[in-house]
């Protein structure tokens, strides 16, 4: 069993950059992907980016590439989604998610940290 604990949702203007981390307790990871994911009010939930704990295969949407990038620290467990020049239209509730590997959905899921990007 999986517990995810996101931090450093904010405030920033547009243009700005913001960091992400989930801290991830489990038995051991290795077999598990690790999301972000984020709820912006009336619209669809939305995959941002996603890593394998246990190799180097990543995923980031197309909505954000070259402006988010994801990355993990194994040593802290630690799931990190760094943001820039972020856009007023990522003002949402982000979500720190887990999955087995070879599973569609996620089925592990931290308690969200807003960010708001302000115009």
């Known amino acids: 069993q999986v517990q995810l604990v996101e931090s450093g949702g904010g405030l920033v203007q547009a243009g700005g950059s913001l960091r992400l981390s989930c801290r991830a307790s489990?038995?051991?990871?290795?077999?598990?992907?690790i999301g972000w994911l984020r709820q912006a009010p009336g619209k669809e939930r939305e995959t941002v980016a996603a890593?394998?704990?246990?190799?180097?295969?990543?995923y980031v949407s197309d909505s954000v590439k070259g402006r988010f990038t994801i990355s993990k620290d194994n040593a802290q467990n630690t799931v990190y989604l760094q943001m820039y020049s972020l856009k007023p239209e990522a003002t949402a509730v982000y979500y720190c998610?887990?999955?087995?590997?070879?599973?569609?959905?996620?089925?592990?899921w931290g308690q969200g940290t807003q960010v708001t990007v302000s115009s």
């Open positions: 489990a038995r051991t990871l290795d077999y598990y992907v």
């Open positions: 998610a887990a999955k087995a590997r070879g599973s569609t959905d996620y089925s592990t």
């Open positions: 890593v394998t704990w246990s190799g180097p295969s990543t």
